[in-house]
Structure formats: C-alpha cells, structure tokens
C-alpha cells in the first residue's frame, strides 16, 4: 500500500509564501507523476502542478510565475513553493501520485491521494 501525506499548510498574508510538502511512502517501486490539486467548498478539485520523474512540470494558468513544484525521487517527496499568495489561493491542498508498487511477486500500478492542508491567505 502506497500512502501519501502533506504538510506545510497554513497561514499566510497577500503577498506573502507557503512551502507545501508530500512524503509519499510504502513498497514503492516508481513514481511516474505527481501533482498538487486544490479543493474549495462547493468546488471541484482542481489540477495545480505536476510534476513527472524526469522533472517536467506543467502550471494551471494562475499559478504560473508564482508556484514551483518540484521533487525529490530518492526521497519520494514533492514540494510546492507558493509565493505572491493571492485569498482565492486559499483551499485544502491535495498531493496525488501516480507508478507502480509491489503487490506480492507482482508489479502493479498505483495511484494515490494524500488527505490535504489547509492553506489559507488573509488580505
């Protein structure tokens, strides 16, 4: 079994930073991708960043030039560095991973969900 976990939400000003992290642990054997997704009450989960194993990282377009994601594959962590946080950035952050794991004598895919931080930013 594959878990997932964040950590480093919380407060911040307009205009201020956050550093969010995702330790993903378990019988991992490869992790393909991972991304960050944001959650609002009354909202879908959306897509922020990802990121994949050779280190190519994609932006939702109001991110872009304000969040970096990035990982590190020996240690199966991913980050998420905000910066010049705006209030409609406040929302439960998601971590999710996608590979394989080793489920007995076999390889198998795997995609998981870590349980969220809140973020949130006063104005």
């Known amino acids: 079994q594959v878990t997932l976990a964040e950590s480093g939400g919380g407060l911040a000003q307009a205009g201020g930073s956050l550093r969010l992290s995702c330790a993903a642990s378990?019988?991992?054997?490869?992790?393909?991708?991972m991304g960050w997704y944001r959650e609002v009450p009354g909202k879908q989960r959306d897509l922020v960043a990802l990121?994949?194993?050779?280190?190519?990282?994609n932006y939702e377009d109001t991110v872009k030039g304000r969040f970096t994601i990035s990982r590190d594959n020996a240690g199966n962590t991913m980050y998420l560095q905000m910066n010049s946080l705006r209030p409609d950035d406040a929302a439960v952050y998601y971590c999710?991973?996608?590979?394989?794991?080793?489920?007995?004598?076999?390889?198998?895919?795997?995609?998981?969900w870590g349980r969220g931080t809140q973020v949130t930013v006063s104005s």
């Open positions: 999710k991973g996608a590979g394989e794991t080793r489920w007995g004598a076999a390889q198998v895919p795997f995609t998981a």
């Open positions: 378990g019988r991992i054997l490869s992790i393909s991708v």
């Open positions: 990121i994949t194993s050779d280190g190519n990282a």
